[in-house]
Protein backbone atom coordinates (compact mmCIF):
# COMPACT_ATOMS: atom_id res chain seq x y z
CA UNK A 1 0.00 0.00 0.00
CA UNK A 2 1.28 3.46 -0.77
CA UNK A 3 1.49 3.93 3.40
CA UNK A 4 4.40 1.97 3.34
CA UNK A 5 6.85 3.92 0.66
CA UNK A 6 5.63 6.71 2.96
CA UNK A 7 6.83 5.25 6.21
CA UNK A 8 9.88 3.62 4.45
CA UNK A 9 11.99 6.97 4.96
CA UNK A 10 11.61 6.84 8.60
CA UNK A 11 11.89 3.12 8.46
CA UNK A 12 14.90 2.64 7.03
CA UNK A 13 16.82 4.98 9.24
CA UNK A 14 15.68 2.43 12.09
CA UNK A 15 16.49 -0.66 10.37
CA UNK A 16 20.42 -1.69 10.01
CA UNK A 17 21.81 -2.68 7.16
CA UNK A 18 22.47 -5.86 7.75
CA UNK A 19 19.06 -6.85 7.65
CA UNK A 20 17.65 -9.09 4.94
CA UNK A 21 14.87 -8.00 3.07
CA UNK A 22 12.45 -10.18 5.06
CA UNK A 23 13.69 -8.72 8.39
CA UNK A 24 13.27 -5.06 6.67
CA UNK A 25 9.81 -5.72 5.79
CA UNK A 26 8.95 -7.25 8.98
CA UNK A 27 9.91 -4.28 10.82
CA UNK A 28 8.23 -1.67 8.25
CA UNK A 29 5.44 -3.50 9.45
CA UNK A 30 5.87 -3.25 13.25
CA UNK A 31 6.41 0.36 12.52
CA UNK A 32 3.78 1.11 10.29
CA UNK A 33 1.48 -1.03 13.55
CA UNK A 34 3.23 1.17 16.14
CA UNK A 35 2.41 4.65 13.85
CA UNK A 36 -1.52 3.05 13.69
CA UNK A 37 -1.71 2.26 17.13
CA UNK A 38 -0.52 5.96 18.36
CA UNK A 39 -3.47 8.37 19.60
CA UNK A 40 -3.28 11.96 19.09
CA UNK A 41 -1.45 14.44 21.74
CA UNK A 42 -3.11 17.29 23.69
CA UNK A 43 -1.31 20.79 25.10
CA UNK A 44 0.82 19.63 28.30
CA UNK A 45 1.17 15.79 26.92
CA UNK A 46 4.81 14.59 25.55
CA UNK A 47 4.84 15.16 22.06
CA UNK A 48 3.58 18.22 22.30
CA UNK A 49 5.01 20.95 19.78
CA UNK A 50 7.42 23.20 21.57
CA UNK A 51 7.22 26.88 20.66
CA UNK A 52 9.61 26.77 18.52
CA UNK A 53 7.85 23.88 16.29
CA UNK A 54 4.84 26.19 16.17
CA UNK A 55 7.25 29.25 15.17
CA UNK A 56 8.07 27.47 12.30
CA UNK A 57 4.64 26.41 11.09
CA UNK A 58 3.97 30.49 11.51
CA UNK A 59 7.00 31.23 9.42
CA UNK A 60 6.60 28.40 7.02
CA UNK A 61 2.86 29.98 6.25
CA UNK A 62 1.58 33.10 4.66
CA UNK A 63 -1.79 32.92 6.75
CA UNK A 64 -1.90 33.87 10.47
CA UNK A 65 -0.83 31.25 13.46
CA UNK A 66 -2.89 32.32 16.13
CA UNK A 67 -3.10 30.47 19.58
CA UNK A 68 -6.70 30.69 20.69
CA UNK A 69 -8.59 31.02 24.47
CA UNK A 70 -11.83 30.51 25.20
CA UNK A 71 -14.44 33.35 23.81
CA UNK A 72 -16.08 34.50 26.55
CA UNK A 73 -13.16 34.05 29.14
CA UNK A 74 -13.49 38.11 29.84
CA UNK A 75 -17.12 37.73 31.02
CA UNK A 76 -15.87 35.26 33.74
CA UNK A 77 -14.16 37.93 35.73
CA UNK A 78 -16.49 40.95 34.90
CA UNK A 79 -19.54 40.21 32.95
CA UNK A 80 -20.07 44.10 32.42
CA UNK A 81 -16.94 44.70 31.46
CA UNK A 82 -16.43 45.95 27.69
CA UNK A 83 -14.74 43.21 26.21
CA UNK A 84 -16.98 40.97 27.04
CA UNK A 85 -19.89 43.33 26.02
CA UNK A 86 -18.05 43.51 22.63
CA UNK A 87 -17.69 39.27 22.65
CA UNK A 88 -21.22 39.11 22.72
CA UNK A 89 -21.75 41.09 19.44
CA UNK A 90 -20.47 38.08 17.46
CA UNK A 91 -23.06 35.89 18.19
CA UNK A 92 -26.13 37.29 16.60
CA UNK A 93 -24.85 37.67 13.20
CA UNK A 94 -24.58 34.31 10.92
CA UNK A 95 -21.80 36.24 9.12
CA UNK A 96 -20.14 37.40 12.09
CA UNK A 97 -19.81 33.68 13.65
CA UNK A 98 -18.52 32.35 10.51
CA UNK A 99 -15.39 34.98 10.89
CA UNK A 100 -14.77 33.89 14.82
CA UNK A 101 -11.80 31.17 14.70
CA UNK A 102 -13.00 30.58 18.06
CA UNK A 103 -17.06 30.33 17.31
CA UNK A 104 -19.07 27.69 14.96
CA UNK A 105 -22.17 28.82 13.53
CA UNK A 106 -24.03 26.35 16.20
CA UNK A 107 -23.02 26.36 19.68
CA UNK A 108 -23.67 22.50 20.63
CA UNK A 109 -25.74 20.05 21.34
CA UNK A 110 -27.27 18.30 24.35
CA UNK A 111 -24.85 16.01 26.23
CA UNK A 112 -23.37 15.62 22.59
CA UNK A 113 -20.78 18.31 21.94
CA UNK A 114 -20.13 22.10 23.10
CA UNK A 115 -18.23 24.45 21.07
CA UNK A 116 -14.76 24.60 22.20
CA UNK A 117 -11.80 26.63 20.35
CA UNK A 118 -8.86 24.82 19.08
CA UNK A 119 -5.61 25.10 20.49
CA UNK A 120 -4.29 27.19 17.21
CA UNK A 121 -5.76 28.15 14.17
CA UNK A 122 -4.00 28.71 11.20
CA UNK A 123 -5.66 31.68 9.23
CA UNK A 124 -5.10 29.76 5.76
CA UNK A 125 -4.67 31.98 2.48
CA UNK A 126 -3.42 29.79 0.14
CA UNK A 127 -2.96 25.98 -0.51
CA UNK A 128 0.42 25.97 0.77
CA UNK A 129 -0.48 27.00 4.11
CA UNK A 130 -2.85 23.99 3.60
CA UNK A 131 -0.06 21.54 3.00
CA UNK A 132 2.04 23.30 5.83
CA UNK A 133 -0.84 22.45 8.06
CA UNK A 134 -1.58 18.90 7.26
CA UNK A 135 2.14 17.97 7.47
CA UNK A 136 2.56 19.64 10.59
CA UNK A 137 -0.39 17.72 12.11
CA UNK A 138 0.83 14.35 11.23
CA UNK A 139 4.19 14.72 11.62
CA UNK A 140 3.25 16.01 15.64
CA UNK A 141 -0.01 13.73 16.03
CA UNK A 142 -2.28 16.30 16.39
CA UNK A 143 -5.86 16.50 15.96
CA UNK A 144 -6.31 18.58 12.71
CA UNK A 145 -9.90 20.44 12.23
CA UNK A 146 -10.88 22.28 9.14
CA UNK A 147 -13.38 24.83 8.73
CA UNK A 148 -14.83 27.13 6.26
CA UNK A 149 -17.98 28.17 6.90
CA UNK A 150 -18.55 27.12 10.27
CA UNK A 151 -21.68 25.54 10.07
CA UNK A 152 -22.15 22.01 11.42
CA UNK A 153 -24.89 20.69 13.89
CA UNK A 154 -22.56 17.80 14.61
CA UNK A 155 -19.52 19.62 15.63
CA UNK A 156 -17.41 18.51 13.18
CA UNK A 157 -15.57 22.35 12.69
CA UNK A 158 -14.46 22.00 16.32
CA UNK A 159 -12.21 20.01 18.93
CA UNK A 160 -10.48 21.32 22.01
CA UNK A 161 -6.74 20.89 21.82
CA UNK A 162 -6.14 20.49 18.18
CA UNK A 163 -4.93 22.69 15.26
CA UNK A 164 -7.61 24.48 13.07
CA UNK A 165 -7.09 24.57 9.36
CA UNK A 166 -8.98 27.39 8.84
CA UNK A 167 -10.05 28.20 5.11
CA UNK A 168 -12.54 31.43 5.75
CA UNK A 169 -9.90 33.84 3.98
CA UNK A 170 -9.68 31.81 0.72
CA UNK A 171 -13.23 32.86 -0.82
CA UNK A 172 -11.86 34.22 -4.08
CA UNK A 173 -14.82 33.52 -6.66
CA UNK A 174 -14.34 33.67 -10.52
CA UNK A 175 -16.51 32.63 -13.42
CA UNK A 176 -14.39 30.57 -16.29
CA UNK A 177 -16.24 30.89 -19.55
CA UNK A 178 -14.36 27.62 -21.25
CA UNK A 179 -13.59 25.76 -18.31
CA UNK A 180 -12.22 21.76 -19.05
CA UNK A 181 -11.32 19.46 -15.87
CA UNK A 182 -7.97 18.80 -16.05
CA UNK A 183 -7.22 15.71 -18.02
CA UNK A 184 -10.28 15.49 -19.97
CA UNK A 185 -9.39 17.68 -23.08
CA UNK A 186 -10.88 16.02 -25.63
CA UNK A 187 -13.06 14.13 -23.44
CA UNK A 188 -15.13 17.18 -22.36
CA UNK A 189 -16.60 20.10 -23.83
CA UNK A 190 -16.06 23.64 -22.50
CA UNK A 191 -18.75 25.05 -20.85
CA UNK A 192 -19.16 27.71 -18.33
CA UNK A 193 -18.19 27.49 -14.54
CA UNK A 194 -17.50 28.79 -11.62
CA UNK A 195 -14.56 28.34 -9.51
CA UNK A 196 -15.04 28.86 -5.59
CA UNK A 197 -12.08 29.10 -2.56
CA UNK A 198 -12.90 26.73 0.17
CA UNK A 199 -13.89 29.71 2.60
CA UNK A 200 -16.63 31.10 0.42
CA UNK A 201 -19.79 31.04 1.25
CA UNK A 202 -22.97 30.13 -1.14
CA UNK A 203 -24.07 33.83 -0.76
CA UNK A 204 -20.68 34.58 -2.50
CA UNK A 205 -20.72 32.03 -5.40
CA UNK A 206 -24.77 33.37 -5.98
CA UNK A 207 -23.45 36.68 -6.12
CA UNK A 208 -20.96 36.13 -8.46
CA UNK A 209 -22.99 33.61 -10.85
CA UNK A 210 -26.68 34.90 -10.44
CA UNK A 211 -26.72 38.71 -9.63
CA UNK A 212 -23.73 39.83 -11.42
CA UNK A 213 -23.39 36.48 -14.13
CA UNK A 214 -26.90 36.24 -15.25
CA UNK A 215 -26.86 32.25 -14.38
CA UNK A 216 -27.45 29.37 -12.04
CA UNK A 217 -25.38 27.15 -9.91
CA UNK A 218 -26.91 24.59 -7.86
CA UNK A 219 -25.62 25.21 -4.01
CA UNK A 220 -27.43 25.76 -0.48
CA UNK A 221 -30.11 27.35 1.00
CA UNK A 222 -28.96 29.13 3.96
CA UNK A 223 -26.49 31.51 2.27
CA UNK A 224 -24.02 31.88 5.19
CA UNK A 225 -23.33 28.03 4.58
CA UNK A 226 -19.66 27.23 3.18
CA UNK A 227 -19.74 25.79 -0.81
CA UNK A 228 -16.99 23.36 0.46
CA UNK A 229 -18.95 21.41 3.30
CA UNK A 230 -22.07 22.07 1.25
CA UNK A 231 -20.56 19.96 -1.60
CA UNK A 232 -18.76 16.94 0.35
CA UNK A 233 -22.09 16.49 2.11
CA UNK A 234 -24.47 16.43 -0.96
CA UNK A 235 -26.14 19.52 -0.80
CA UNK A 236 -29.63 20.91 -1.54
CA UNK A 237 -31.13 24.16 -1.91
CA UNK A 238 -34.76 25.63 -3.11
CA UNK A 239 -34.69 24.54 -6.19
CA UNK A 240 -32.78 20.88 -5.93
CA UNK A 241 -36.25 19.19 -7.26
CA UNK A 242 -35.26 20.92 -10.87
CA UNK A 243 -31.42 20.74 -10.47
CA UNK A 244 -30.71 17.76 -8.37
CA UNK A 245 -27.72 18.16 -5.54
CA UNK A 246 -24.90 20.49 -5.30
CA UNK A 247 -22.45 17.20 -5.27
CA UNK A 248 -23.77 16.27 -8.64
CA UNK A 249 -22.61 19.42 -10.38
CA UNK A 250 -18.96 19.32 -9.09
CA UNK A 251 -16.72 19.43 -11.71
CA UNK A 252 -13.30 20.06 -10.40
CA UNK A 253 -11.40 20.08 -6.83
CA UNK A 254 -8.10 20.20 -5.90
CA UNK A 255 -7.33 18.29 -2.50
CA UNK A 256 -4.39 18.14 -0.07
CA UNK A 257 -4.30 14.37 0.97
CA UNK A 258 -2.94 13.51 4.61
CA UNK A 259 0.56 13.11 2.99
CA UNK A 260 0.61 16.56 2.11
CA UNK A 261 0.07 16.12 -1.67
CA UNK A 262 -1.49 18.54 -4.00
CA UNK A 263 -3.94 16.32 -6.16
CA UNK A 264 -6.46 17.41 -8.82
CA UNK A 265 -9.64 15.24 -8.33
CA UNK A 266 -12.26 15.31 -11.56
CA UNK A 267 -13.79 12.91 -13.82
CA UNK A 268 -10.51 12.14 -15.55
CA UNK A 269 -8.02 12.25 -13.09
CA UNK A 270 -8.33 10.67 -9.36
CA UNK A 271 -11.58 9.39 -10.08
CA UNK A 272 -12.63 7.84 -6.99
CA UNK A 273 -11.05 11.06 -4.92
CA UNK A 274 -13.41 13.03 -6.97
CA UNK A 275 -16.61 10.83 -6.02
CA UNK A 276 -15.52 9.79 -2.37
CA UNK A 277 -15.57 14.24 -1.95
CA UNK A 278 -19.30 14.24 -4.23
CA UNK A 279 -21.58 13.37 -0.77
CA UNK A 280 -19.17 11.69 1.52
CA UNK A 281 -19.21 13.91 4.05
CA UNK A 282 -16.78 16.75 4.36
CA UNK A 283 -13.39 16.77 7.00
CA UNK A 284 -12.80 12.63 6.12
CA UNK A 285 -10.26 12.09 3.05
CA UNK A 286 -8.85 15.61 2.80
CA UNK A 287 -8.77 19.81 2.92
CA UNK A 288 -10.57 20.53 -0.26
CA UNK A 289 -9.33 23.65 -0.92
CA UNK A 290 -10.89 24.49 -4.47
CA UNK A 291 -13.59 23.61 -6.36
CA UNK A 292 -15.59 24.41 -9.93
CA UNK A 293 -19.04 24.08 -10.60
CA UNK A 294 -21.12 23.55 -13.00
CA UNK A 295 -23.35 26.67 -14.16
CA UNK A 296 -26.69 26.91 -15.89
CA UNK A 297 -29.01 28.80 -17.85
CA UNK A 298 -31.32 30.93 -15.72
CA UNK A 299 -35.36 31.22 -15.74
CA UNK A 300 -36.92 34.38 -16.10
CA UNK A 301 -38.64 34.07 -12.58
CA UNK A 302 -38.49 32.34 -9.23
CA UNK A 303 -41.41 32.14 -6.78
CA UNK A 304 -42.86 31.29 -3.65
CA UNK A 305 -46.22 30.55 -1.93
CA UNK A 306 -47.08 30.89 2.06
CA UNK A 307 -49.70 30.53 4.07
CA UNK A 308 -50.97 28.48 7.35
CA UNK A 309 -54.07 26.79 8.31
CA UNK A 310 -55.47 25.70 11.29
CA UNK A 311 -58.31 22.69 12.10
CA UNK A 312 -60.69 22.95 14.35
CA UNK A 313 -60.78 19.15 15.77
CA UNK A 314 -58.02 16.50 15.17
CA UNK A 315 -60.40 14.99 13.34
CA UNK A 316 -60.92 18.15 10.67
CA UNK A 317 -56.72 18.13 11.02
CA UNK A 318 -56.58 14.41 9.83
CA UNK A 319 -58.68 15.24 6.94
CA UNK A 320 -56.52 18.38 6.28
CA UNK A 321 -53.11 16.46 6.45
CA UNK A 322 -54.86 13.86 3.94
CA UNK A 323 -55.72 16.19 1.46
CA UNK A 324 -52.71 18.23 0.94
CA UNK A 325 -50.88 15.31 0.92
CA UNK A 326 -53.00 14.31 -1.99
CA UNK A 327 -52.50 17.54 -3.34
CA UNK A 328 -48.99 17.38 -3.36
CA UNK A 329 -48.58 14.17 -5.11
CA UNK A 330 -51.21 15.59 -7.98
CA UNK A 331 -50.19 18.67 -8.61
CA UNK A 332 -46.60 19.52 -6.91
CA UNK A 333 -44.87 16.34 -7.21
CA UNK A 334 -42.73 17.48 -9.96
CA UNK A 335 -39.38 19.91 -10.43
CA UNK A 336 -41.25 22.72 -10.64
CA UNK A 337 -42.02 22.76 -6.65
CA UNK A 338 -39.68 23.17 -3.92
CA UNK A 339 -39.07 23.73 -0.05
CA UNK A 340 -41.51 22.58 3.04
CA UNK A 341 -44.74 21.90 4.56
CA UNK A 342 -44.60 21.43 8.18
CA UNK A 343 -47.17 19.99 10.64
CA UNK A 344 -47.35 21.25 14.23
CA UNK A 345 -49.19 19.93 17.18
CA UNK A 346 -51.94 22.58 17.91
CA UNK A 347 -53.10 21.36 14.45
CA UNK A 348 -51.94 23.63 11.71
CA UNK A 349 -49.91 23.16 8.84
CA UNK A 350 -47.48 25.45 7.54
CA UNK A 351 -46.63 25.99 3.86
CA UNK A 352 -43.53 27.26 2.56
CA UNK A 353 -42.97 26.48 -0.61
CA UNK A 354 -40.86 27.92 -3.72
CA UNK A 355 -41.20 27.14 -7.23
CA UNK A 356 -39.67 28.06 -10.62
CA UNK A 357 -40.38 27.28 -14.35
CA UNK A 358 -43.96 29.48 -14.03
CA UNK A 359 -45.50 32.61 -13.61
CA UNK A 360 -47.29 33.99 -10.43
CA UNK A 361 -50.89 33.06 -11.66
CA UNK A 362 -49.68 29.72 -12.79
CA UNK A 363 -48.40 29.24 -9.30
CA UNK A 364 -51.62 30.69 -7.90
CA UNK A 365 -53.30 28.72 -9.94
CA UNK A 366 -52.61 25.25 -8.87
CA UNK A 367 -53.21 25.89 -5.54
CA UNK A 368 -56.88 27.29 -6.40
CA UNK A 369 -58.59 23.41 -5.91
CA UNK A 370 -56.74 22.80 -2.66
CA UNK A 371 -57.74 26.48 -1.38
CA UNK A 372 -61.24 26.22 -2.66
CA UNK A 373 -61.15 22.71 -0.39
CA UNK A 374 -59.87 24.70 2.55
CA UNK A 375 -62.09 27.74 2.54
CA UNK A 376 -65.47 25.38 1.71
CA UNK A 377 -65.59 24.26 5.54
CA UNK A 378 -66.13 25.60 8.46
CA UNK A 379 -63.68 23.71 10.16
CA UNK A 380 -60.40 25.17 8.89
CA UNK A 381 -59.09 28.74 9.33
CA UNK A 382 -56.19 30.79 7.91
CA UNK A 383 -54.11 32.09 9.95
CA UNK A 384 -51.81 33.38 7.50
CA UNK A 385 -53.11 34.37 4.32
CA UNK A 386 -52.54 32.63 1.25
CA UNK A 387 -49.40 34.54 -0.56
CA UNK A 388 -47.83 33.99 -3.92
CA UNK A 389 -45.07 35.84 -4.71
CA UNK A 390 -43.01 36.37 -7.58
CA UNK A 391 -38.90 37.79 -8.55
CA UNK A 392 -36.65 38.11 -11.15
CA UNK A 393 -34.71 34.79 -11.03
CA UNK A 394 -31.33 37.07 -11.03
CA UNK A 395 -32.26 39.11 -7.98
CA UNK A 396 -33.30 36.05 -6.02
CA UNK A 397 -30.11 36.40 -4.04
CA UNK A 398 -29.61 40.18 -4.70
CA UNK A 399 -29.80 41.65 -1.05
CA UNK A 400 -29.99 45.02 -1.88
CA UNK A 401 -33.05 44.17 -4.43
CA UNK A 402 -34.81 42.47 -2.11
CA UNK A 403 -34.71 45.10 0.59
CA UNK A 404 -36.38 47.29 -1.79
CA UNK A 405 -38.64 45.27 -3.37
CA UNK A 406 -39.57 42.01 -0.81
CA UNK A 407 -38.75 43.75 2.71
CA UNK A 408 -38.80 41.66 5.78
CA UNK A 409 -37.53 38.56 3.49
CA UNK A 410 -33.99 38.84 4.02
CA UNK A 411 -31.24 40.41 6.96
CA UNK A 412 -28.43 42.16 5.46
CA UNK A 413 -24.57 41.92 7.25
CA UNK A 414 -24.70 45.69 8.54
CA UNK A 415 -21.04 45.41 10.03
CA UNK A 416 -18.46 48.04 9.20
CA UNK A 417 -17.10 46.96 5.83
CA UNK A 418 -19.33 44.19 5.07
CA UNK A 419 -19.34 43.11 1.57
CA UNK A 420 -22.76 45.04 0.78
CA UNK A 421 -23.94 41.02 -1.29
CA UNK A 422 -24.10 39.51 1.86
CA UNK A 423 -27.58 38.73 2.84
CA UNK A 424 -29.46 36.05 4.28
CA UNK A 425 -33.00 34.55 4.24
CA UNK A 426 -34.98 36.05 7.54
CA UNK A 427 -35.71 32.50 9.12
CA UNK A 428 -32.32 31.30 8.91
CA UNK A 429 -31.09 34.06 11.54
CA UNK A 430 -32.49 32.03 14.34
CA UNK A 431 -29.31 29.46 13.50
CA UNK A 432 -26.98 31.80 14.98
CA UNK A 433 -25.21 30.06 17.75
CA UNK A 434 -28.44 27.00 18.17
CA UNK A 435 -28.22 24.73 20.62
CA UNK A 436 -29.58 21.52 20.02
CA UNK A 437 -31.80 19.69 21.72
CA UNK A 438 -32.64 17.06 19.67
CA UNK A 439 -32.49 16.81 15.34
CA UNK A 440 -34.22 13.66 13.89
CA UNK A 441 -34.10 12.77 9.68
CA UNK A 442 -35.40 10.69 7.27
CA UNK A 443 -35.96 10.13 3.46
CA UNK A 444 -39.32 9.56 2.84
CA UNK A 445 -39.60 6.90 -0.11
CA UNK A 446 -42.21 8.34 -2.55
CA UNK A 447 -43.87 4.86 -2.45
CA UNK A 448 -45.97 6.37 0.72
CA UNK A 449 -47.21 8.60 -1.81
CA UNK A 450 -48.95 5.73 -3.74
CA UNK A 451 -52.43 5.98 -3.80
CA UNK A 452 -52.73 2.74 -1.41
CA UNK A 453 -50.37 4.20 1.02
CA UNK A 454 -51.33 7.39 1.94
CA UNK A 455 -53.44 6.45 4.49
CA UNK A 456 -50.60 5.19 6.88
CA UNK A 457 -48.42 8.25 5.58
CA UNK A 458 -51.08 10.86 6.70
CA UNK A 459 -52.16 8.62 10.01
CA UNK A 460 -48.28 8.62 10.78
CA UNK A 461 -47.63 12.29 10.39
CA UNK A 462 -50.84 13.16 12.46
CA UNK A 463 -49.15 10.94 15.08
CA UNK A 464 -45.43 12.79 14.74
CA UNK A 465 -47.91 15.96 14.89
CA UNK A 466 -48.74 15.35 18.53
CA UNK A 467 -45.75 15.34 19.79
CA UNK A 468 -43.84 17.69 17.76
CA UNK A 469 -43.57 19.95 14.50
CA UNK A 470 -42.42 17.26 11.70
CA UNK A 471 -41.80 19.05 8.33
CA UNK A 472 -41.41 17.34 4.75
CA UNK A 473 -38.57 19.46 2.90
CA UNK A 474 -39.59 18.37 -0.54
CA UNK A 475 -36.47 19.61 -2.29
CA UNK A 476 -34.52 17.44 -0.43
CA UNK A 477 -35.55 13.76 -2.18
CA UNK A 478 -35.02 13.98 -5.63
CA UNK A 479 -38.21 11.20 -6.38
CA UNK A 480 -39.80 13.84 -9.12
CA UNK A 481 -37.01 15.40 -10.20
CA UNK A 482 -35.60 15.04 -13.89
CA UNK A 483 -33.76 11.71 -14.88
CA UNK A 484 -30.46 13.29 -16.08
CA UNK A 485 -30.37 15.20 -12.41
CA UNK A 486 -31.47 11.97 -10.56
CA UNK A 487 -28.92 10.22 -12.30
CA UNK A 488 -25.79 12.45 -11.63
CA UNK A 489 -27.07 12.64 -8.64
CA UNK A 490 -26.57 8.58 -8.48
CA UNK A 491 -23.19 9.07 -9.50
CA UNK A 492 -21.71 10.67 -5.64
CA UNK A 493 -21.66 9.27 -2.75
CA UNK A 494 -24.41 10.00 -1.11
CA UNK A 495 -27.15 7.57 0.27
CA UNK A 496 -29.04 6.07 -3.04
CA UNK A 497 -32.33 6.27 -0.42
CA UNK A 498 -32.42 10.12 -1.77
CA UNK A 499 -33.19 9.43 -5.83
CA UNK A 500 -36.66 7.69 -4.81
CA UNK A 501 -37.35 9.55 -1.36
CA UNK A 502 -40.21 12.79 -2.31
CA UNK A 503 -38.69 14.33 0.62
CA UNK A 504 -36.54 14.56 3.56
CA UNK A 505 -38.61 14.51 6.68
CA UNK A 506 -37.21 16.95 10.12
CA UNK A 507 -38.08 16.76 13.90
CA UNK A 508 -35.72 18.82 15.23
CA UNK A 509 -35.71 21.75 18.18
CA UNK A 510 -33.56 23.38 20.40
CA UNK A 511 -32.75 27.02 21.97
CA UNK A 512 -30.60 30.07 21.55
CA UNK A 513 -26.74 30.22 21.76
CA UNK A 514 -25.04 28.57 24.74
CA UNK A 515 -21.70 28.93 24.09
CA UNK A 516 -19.49 28.25 27.13
CA UNK A 517 -19.14 31.08 29.49
CA UNK A 518 -21.48 33.20 27.67
CA UNK A 519 -23.29 35.41 29.99
CA UNK A 520 -27.10 35.14 29.76
CA UNK A 521 -27.28 31.17 28.20
CA UNK A 522 -30.05 28.89 28.74
CA UNK A 523 -29.37 26.00 31.61
CA UNK A 524 -31.97 24.03 31.63
CA UNK A 525 -30.66 20.91 30.83
CA UNK A 526 -33.80 19.10 32.22
CA UNK A 527 -35.84 20.50 29.68
CA UNK A 528 -33.69 19.91 26.42
CA UNK A 529 -33.73 16.50 27.74
CA UNK A 530 -37.19 15.86 27.59
CA UNK A 531 -37.66 17.74 24.63
CA UNK A 532 -34.89 15.52 23.10
CA UNK A 533 -36.89 12.63 23.99
CA UNK A 534 -40.23 13.80 22.85
CA UNK A 535 -38.33 14.87 19.64
CA UNK A 536 -37.10 10.80 19.40
CA UNK A 537 -40.83 9.67 19.90
CA UNK A 538 -42.01 11.62 17.10
CA UNK A 539 -39.73 10.48 14.64
CA UNK A 540 -40.72 6.99 15.76
CA UNK A 541 -44.02 7.20 14.87
CA UNK A 542 -43.33 8.06 11.25
CA UNK A 543 -40.25 5.75 10.75
CA UNK A 544 -43.50 3.67 11.72
CA UNK A 545 -43.91 3.72 7.77
CA UNK A 546 -40.55 4.05 6.75
CA UNK A 547 -38.79 1.63 8.48
CA UNK A 548 -34.99 1.62 8.25
CA UNK A 549 -34.76 5.23 6.28
CA UNK A 550 -31.90 6.69 5.56
CA UNK A 551 -30.60 10.00 6.70
CA UNK A 552 -28.66 13.08 5.59
CA UNK A 553 -25.14 13.31 7.15
CA UNK A 554 -25.63 17.47 7.56
CA UNK A 555 -28.79 17.41 9.06
CA UNK A 556 -28.93 14.03 11.48
CA UNK A 557 -29.50 12.78 14.88
CA UNK A 558 -25.60 12.64 16.72
CA UNK A 559 -26.40 9.59 18.64
CA UNK A 560 -27.01 7.24 15.37
CA UNK A 561 -25.58 3.67 15.81
CA UNK A 562 -26.00 3.07 11.86
CA UNK A 563 -24.61 6.00 10.47
CA UNK A 564 -22.78 4.10 7.74
CA UNK A 565 -25.67 2.63 6.60
CA UNK A 566 -28.13 5.94 7.43
CA UNK A 567 -25.87 8.43 5.30
CA UNK A 568 -24.60 6.55 2.84
CA UNK A 569 -25.82 2.94 2.23
CA UNK A 570 -24.39 0.60 -0.28
CA UNK A 571 -21.82 3.18 -1.19
CA UNK A 572 -20.33 3.07 2.54
CA UNK A 573 -17.68 0.48 1.35
CA UNK A 574 -16.33 1.89 -1.33
CA UNK A 575 -15.69 4.92 0.66
CA UNK A 576 -13.90 3.10 3.33
CA UNK A 577 -11.86 2.13 0.59
CA UNK A 578 -10.96 5.70 -0.90
CA UNK A 579 -10.64 6.76 3.14
CA UNK A 580 -7.43 3.41 3.44
CA UNK A 581 -6.09 4.67 0.07
CA UNK A 582 -6.14 8.64 0.46
CA UNK A 583 -5.39 8.23 4.95
CA UNK A 584 -4.28 5.27 5.84
CA UNK A 585 -3.42 6.52 9.11
CA UNK A 586 -6.59 8.66 10.32
CA UNK A 587 -5.50 11.57 10.06
CA UNK A 588 -8.50 12.88 9.12
CA UNK A 589 -11.15 12.84 11.49
CA UNK A 590 -14.93 13.94 12.43
CA UNK A 591 -17.30 12.33 14.10
CA UNK A 592 -19.47 9.58 12.53
CA UNK A 593 -17.19 10.67 9.40
CA UNK A 594 -15.64 7.60 7.20
CA UNK A 595 -13.10 6.27 9.09
CA UNK A 596 -14.17 7.05 12.50
CA UNK A 597 -15.28 3.87 13.73
CA UNK A 598 -10.90 3.30 14.52
CA UNK A 599 -10.75 6.18 16.66
CA UNK A 600 -12.54 7.13 20.24
CA UNK A 601 -15.23 9.44 20.06
CA UNK A 602 -13.32 12.67 20.82
CA UNK A 603 -11.14 11.40 17.89
CA UNK A 604 -8.02 11.34 20.10
CA UNK A 605 -7.05 7.79 20.91
CA UNK A 606 -6.91 4.82 17.98
CA UNK A 607 -9.20 1.79 18.88
CA UNK A 608 -6.88 -1.12 18.83
CA UNK A 609 -9.72 -3.57 17.60
CA UNK A 610 -9.50 -1.43 14.50
CA UNK A 611 -5.49 -0.27 14.85
CA UNK A 612 -4.78 -2.86 11.79
CA UNK A 613 -7.79 -2.45 9.35
CA UNK A 614 -6.51 -2.69 6.02
CA UNK A 615 -3.56 -3.96 6.79
Known amino acids: ?47 WPSQASWNRLKQASTGQLTRLAPFFAPCAE ?48 NTADIVAAVNFARTHDLRLVIKGGGHSYQGTSDAPDSLLVWTRAMNQVSVQ ?55 Q ?93 SFYNSALFNPHWGEQMAFNPGNTVNVSMVFQGLRKQQGADIWEPFLAWVRASDDYVFEKAFQCVELPAQHFWDGQFLAKHAPGFTVADTRPGAPAHHMLWKGDLEQAGWFIHGYRS ?76 MPGAGSDDAKARDNARKIGAAMDELMKVAPGAGSYVSESDYFLSNWQNAFWGSNYERLAQVKAKYDPDGLFFVHHGVGSEAWSADGFTRLASNSVAGE
Open 1 to 47: MKRRSLLKMVATRMIPLAFSGALAQQALGAVSLKKRLRGRVRPGQPG
Open 233 to 325: SGGFSNFSKAYGTAAAGLLQAEVVTADGRVRIANACTNPDLFWAIKGGGGGSVGVVTQLTLRTRELPASFGAVFFTIRAASDLAYRALVGRII
Open 442 to 517: AWMPASLLQADQQARLVDAVCRCARLWRVAFHFNKGLAGAPAADIEAARDTAMNPEVLTAFALAIVAGGEDARFPG
Open 78 to 125: AQTSPACKEALTHVTNTFDLGDQPGLTQTSGWIDAWTSQPSAYALAAS
Open 177 to 231: ENFVARGCEGTQAPQIAVTVGAGALWIDAYDAVTTRGGRYVQGGGCTTVGVAGLI
